[in-house]
């Protein structure tokens, strides 16, 4: 509740450096944080429930999953700084993503407490390292600086995968198709639409923003299929 979400697609035709794109993200979210009514702000890859996933393989260094498989299946998401705090998942240890994770820092992940059952199960996760890929990845480590709790990420009615998140600001290939989440102080988030798309017009007057709902009606279009199915049921009932 009291969640608004937006998406924006950067052009690399407009924005070919990993700088302007970083630069443009960052000024928009100070224009949604600067704005009245509005109480946290942060960016994604994907919006829990939204469609699509991007799953994969991540190795756990010194893991504790079996003695030759030190592997596990996860959903990975790039975030922002504040982006938990915006969405209202709990940070349960370690820190968040600060403005200092970006290119050419260290590279650091986040994940929740599922994932941190399967790779180390009854050890605290944070300074461990993981990469993406299997054990021979060419990929670099990355350390795990924070733990978020669980949650349902697919759908009310589905288990989801364990989950890595990676800052956003650090690749420059996942900058360019982000999703925002605007939490409003009160009220009604929808109510900050037009602020919202006025604070990304401010920084790019060309720049379209779409998809701009609350994220209870993402919440309910997800369960949408199962709710006609159950109407029809009772109708025929």
């Known amino acids: 509740n009291g969640v608004l979400t937006l998406r924006m ?44 996933n991007n799953s994969g393989t991540i190795t756990g260094e010194n893991s504790a999953v079996g003695p030759k498989d030190p592997q596990v299946e996860v959903e990975m998401r790039w975030a922002s700084p504040a ?19 970006s290119e050419g820092a260290l590279p650091v992940t986040i994940v929740d407490e599922s994932f941190a059952r399967r790779l ?13 890929g299997g054990p021979r990845s060419a990929r ?19 288990a989801s995968l364990p989950q890595a998140y990676f ?13 925002f989440a605007v939490r409003a ?5 929808a109510a900050l639409a037009q602020s919202v798309r006025a604070a990304v017009l401010a920084v790019d007057r060309n720049q379209p923003v779409f998809d701009v709902k609350p994220l209870r009606q993402i919440v309910a279009d997800s369960i949408a299929l199962r709710r006609l199915a159950l109407l029809l049921l009772s109708v025929f009932a």
Do not use: C
């Open 9 to 52: 697609l950067l052009p690399f035709t407009t924005h070919p450096q990993i700088g302007e794109r970083a630069a443009f993200f960052r000024q928009v979210l100070e224009r949604l944080r600067a704005l009245p009514g509005v109480e946290a702000a942060g960016a994604v890859s994907r919006i829990p429930m939204a469609p699509g």
């Open 83 to 101: 982006y938990f705090q915006t969405m209202g998942i709990t940070l349960l240890r370690g820190r968040d993503f600060n403005d200092a994770d």
């Open 120 to 132: 180390y199960p009854n050890e605290d996760p944070i300074g461990k390292r993981i990469k993406r």
């Open 140 to 158: 670099p480590w990355e350390t795990i600086v924070g733990g978020v709790r669980s949650g349902r990420y697919q759908g009310l009615d589905a």
């Open 167 to 179: 800052p956003v600001f650090q690749e420059a290939d996942e900058m360019y198709n982000l999703s």
């Open 185 to 189: 102080s009160g009220g009604e988030p």
